[in-house]
C-alpha cells in the first residue's frame, strides 16, 4: 500500500524558496503507473494544485505558479520535491504531496501535510 | 481554466438524514470527476472518482452521480464520522481545480 511522508520546514521567509520532500513507501517513485502531485491549501480556504510529475519525467504546472515551481524526483531516495520561489504571506499554506494512478488525475493517496508559514 | 463551483456552502444535517451536495463545472468535464471528503487537521481522503465509482474502502452509504457539468455527492443517511468537509476536483483539462467546499455540519 502506497504511503507519503512528507517533510521540511515550517517557515520561510519571504523572498526565498519553500523547500519540501515526499518519501514514498510501498511503491516506487519509477513507476510508470502512478503519478505524483503537490496541493496546497491556504488556512481556512480550498485547495489548490501545484504541480504534478510523470514517469519521472513530465512535469505539468499550475500556470498561476509556474514561473516560481520545480517538481522533481530522486529515484535514489524515493522521494520527490517541491521548491517555490521568492515566497510572499500569500503562499502560506498547508502543503500536501499525493499520488494518484497514471492517466487518472486524482489524488490518492496523500502525504500527512505540512503548514508553511512565511514571514521574516 | 475550468471553475469549480459548490453548493451550498454549508448544511445542516441531522443523523441518520440524507444530504445531497452539489458540484457545478464551468464547462464539461465529461465524468472526470472526483470527490473528497476532510476533517479538521487532516488530509483529505478520496471518495469517489469517475464521478460515481466509490474509492476502495467507501461506504456504500455514499454515491456520486452527473456527468458533464452538473454533478451530485449525496450521503444516504449520516454517520457522525460524516459532517466534514467536502471537495470536487475535476481532472478533464489543465489545470486541475476544485471546487470550494462543502461544509456538512450537525444540524
Known amino acids: 500500500q502506497l504511503q507519503l511522508q512528507q517533510s521540511g520546514p515550517g517557515l520561510v521567509k519571504p523572498s526565498e524558496t519553500l523547500s519540501l520532500t515526499c518519501t514514498v513507501s510501498?511503491?516506487?517513485?519509477?513507476?510508470?503507473?502512478?503519478?505524483w502531485g503537490w496541493l496546497r491549501q491556504p488556512p481556512g480556504k480550498g485547495l489548490e494544485w501545484i504541480g504534478s510529475l510523470y514517469y519521472f519525467a513530465s512535469t505539468y504546472y499550475n500556470p498561476s505558479l509556474k514561473s516560481r515551481v520545480t517538481i522533481s524526483a530522486d529515484t535514489s531516495k524515493n522521494q520527490f520535491s517541491l521548491k517555490l520561489s521568492s515566497v510572499t504571506a500569500a503562499d502560506t499554506a498547508v502543503y500536501y504531496c499525493a499520488s494518484g494512478p497514471t492517466y487518472f488525475n486524482w489524488f490518492d493517496p496523500w502525504g500527512q501535510g505540512t503548514l508553511v508559514t512565511v514571514s521574516s | 481554466e475550468i471553475v469549480m463551483t459548490q453548493s451550498p456552502a454549508t448544511l445542516s444535517v441531522s443523523p441518520g438524514e440524507r444530504a445531497t451536495l452539489s458540484c457545478r463545472a464551468s464547462?464539461?468535464?465529461?465524468?472526470?470527476l472526483a470527490w473528497y471528503q476532510q476533517k479538521p487537521g487532516q488530509a483529505p481522503r478520496l471518495l469517489i472518482y469517475g464521478a460515481s465509482t466509490r474509492a476502495t474502502g467507501i461506504p456504500d452509504r455514499f454515491t456520486g452521480s452527473g456527468s458533464g457539468t452538473q454533478f451530485t455527492l449525496t450521503i444516504s443517511s449520516l454517520q457522525s464520522e460524516d459532517f466534514a468537509v467536502y471537495f470536487c476536483?475535476?481532472?478533464?483539462?489543465?489545470?486541475?481545480?476544485f471546487g470550494g467546499g462543502t461544509k456538512v455540519e450537525i444540524k
Open positions: 510501498g511503491g516506487s517513485i519509477s513507476s510508470t503507473s502512478d503519478y
Open positions: 464547462q464539461s468535464v465529461s465524468s472526470n
Open positions: 476536483q475535476q481532472y478533464n483539462n489543465w489545470p486541475l481545480t
